[in-house]
């Protein structure tokens, strides 16, 4: 899975500063407990409630993206949400498949 984001040079979004990829998610331990625990009531949520949900975790999706990206507390102010949302949304998918994998005795990537 190719991901990318674009930081900018500050909160207006027009001066591209640097765009960052990453081929797979890193996620951190506690990060990947919060999502773990989460995974029965994600699933059951329509696309908006699932957006909602995201939003209210927005300290674990930056956690994520620091270690993934490797960007900056100070270069997340300076980068798109609707990017944000689609590095999110791939988080969830990927780890709702992964957990289905593992709850089958399988391992999917």
Not at 68 to 89: P, Q, R, Y
């Amino acid at each position: 899975m190719k991901m990318k984001i674009t930081i900018y040079t500050d909160d207006t979004l027009k001066e591209v500063k640097r765009v960052v990829e990453a081929d797979q998610l890193k996620i951190p331990y506690r990060v990947a407990m919060y999502i773990g625990q989460s995974l029965d009531d994600i699933e059951a949520k329509t696309t908006d409630e699932l957006f909602k949900f995201i939003l209210n975790s927005l300290d674990k999706i930056d956690k994520i993206v620091k270690a993934t990206f490797g960007v900056k507390d100070d270069e997340l102010e300076c980068v798109d949400i609707a990017e944000l949302g689609s590095v999110a949304l791939e988080l969830y998918k990927w780890a709702i498949n992964k957990m289905n994998g593992i709850n089958k005795g399988e391992e999917k990537n």
